[in-house]
């Protein structure tokens, strides 16, 4: 007979594997074998792109940072975030130093007009979001477009209400599921140069 504390670990055990037998792609809920297909499909394409990946221990609220040649990921978070903060920091990592994108975030740098600002934030958040996903595609990931999507979202909710409100919100309150999946957008020629460091969070 098996005591009650090995029983009940046994049966989460069971709850989790089906669980990601199910198959699910939503926010919070990824399989870990589908995380794992996209980090080693993204992380091989991310470097071919010629930028570095590294871990770092990172003052909290920063989940990861990028500064033109290096994106850096805070070890302490979650995977599925990790996967999401990685393809999101790829993705302003191309706006910063793809030539031909130089001066479009001149506004949002030199605005002091706050709906503007919002206006211009919401561009940069979403366009970065499409060379994310334009990079999923071309590493074979062409199945979590909802997943990621979603996660677009709700990040742009988190970055909002943040700005809106002064305070860092509940991430567990700015989720959202069910959005028009994001439209990919062609990677730009890059010409790797450093600047200065920017973070997620």
């Known amino acids: 007979m098996q005591p009650a504390a090995v029983r009940e670990i046994d049966t989460l055990k069971n709850e989790l594997q089906g669980h990601e037998l199910i198959g699910e792609r939503q926010l919070g809920a990824m399989p870990t074998d589908d995380l794992v297909r996209m980090w080693i499909a993204t992380t091989s394409a991310i470097v071919k792109y010629g930028f570095e990946i590294r871990y770092h221990d990172l003052e909290p609220p920063r989940t990861g940072t990028f500064n033109g040649r ?31 994108l130089e001066g479009s975030l001149d506004d949002l740098q030199n605005t ?18 499409q060379f994310g996903i334009q990079l ?38 700015c989720r959202t599921t069910g959005m028009p999946l994001i439209e990919p957008a062609r990677i730009p020629a890059l010409q790797h140069r450093e600047v200065a460091v920017r973070f997620a969070f």
């Open 70 to 100: 290096v994106i850096s990921l805070d070890p302490d978070v979650g995977f599925e975030m990790q996967c999401f903060i990685l393809l999101h920091l790829f993705g302003h990592s191309v706006q910063w130093v793809a030539p031909s």
């Open 136 to 173: 999923m595609h071309e590493s074979g990931i062409d199945d979590l477009d909802q997943w990621y999507s979603d996660f677009v979202e709700t990040d742009w909710q988190y970055v909002r209400r943040y700005y809106v409100e002064g305070e860092i919100p509940l991430w567990a309150d």
């Open 112 to 129: 002091t007009d706050r709906d503007h600002f919002l206006k211009e934030l919401r561009r940069y958040e979403f366009e970065a979001a």
